[in-house]
């Protein structure tokens, strides 16, 4: 019991910092509502339980420095893409009350949630240190630590999707979605940026 209270202690406060994922979630929402963005929700959430998963089976490859050095510059790249994006985007909030959501807006989001999921090494070596803090352990004890994470990476993220995307919440921040889409773009950026400078200082010849 006390292990599964410091492993879920461990995981909240991990999510409850605002990083990529939740940046992405809230423009998501404030931009095409909150239905669409729990496309970004559970995208977010398969690539956690994926992480989780090989974390937990032993699959902890991201601790080989060239298999970490390869994911940091395509999860960098992949961050500075999506931060140009937020940087050049004129989008507004939509208060017409259509349905704007189609099946491939959110499957779109499905894809782009899984890819800041899974490109963003943090999460894995945030796994991977969980993993080796409860570690041994029987598997349906760790089957119930990862089924626990993903539920609380969904429910976290579409929370944050429906706060962000009601009608009401869209009205009242509609003021600040250039704003919101400037800090992400910038954050999102130079977060990126300093991922692929980090591999480049480590593996600068001496």
């Avoid at 240190?129 to 993220?157: C, E, I, K, N, Q």
């Avoid at 003021?175 to 480590?202: K, N, Q, Y």
Wanted: a positive charge.
């Amino acid at each position: 019991m006390d292990q599964l209270a410091a492993v879920a202690a461990a995981h909240l406060l991990a999510l409850l910092v605002p990083g990529v994922d939740f940046f992405l979630v809230a423009r998501s929402a404030m931009t095409s509502g909150w239905r669409t963005a729990t496309g970004a929700c559970v995208g977010i959430a398969v690539a956690n339980g994926l992480l989780i998963t090989a974390a937990f089976v032993g699959l902890s490859v991201f601790s080989h420095p060239g298999v970490l050095a390869v994911v940091q510059v395509a999860g960098g790249a992949f961050l500075v893409v999506v931060g140009v994006a937020f940087l050049r985007s004129r989008e507004h909030v939509d208060l017409d009350g259509a349905p704007r959501a189609t099946r491939a807006t959110w499957t779109g989001h499905v894809g782009l949630g899984l890819g800041s999921g899974l490109l963003n090494p943090k999460n894995a070596l945030f796994y991977v240190s969980l993993a080796a803090a409860v570690a041994p352990s029987p598997p349906m004890t760790l089957l119930g630590y990862g089924l626990w994470m993903f539920t609380v990476v969904l429910v976290w993220d579409v929370v944050v999707a429906v706060a962000l995307g009601s009608r009401r919440a869209l009205a009242r921040m509609e003021r600040l979605l250039p704003w919101l889409s400037r800090i992400a773009g910038i954050f999102l950026v130079l977060f990126g940026v300093g991922m692929v400078v980090e591999v480049a200082g480590r593996w600068r010849p001496v």
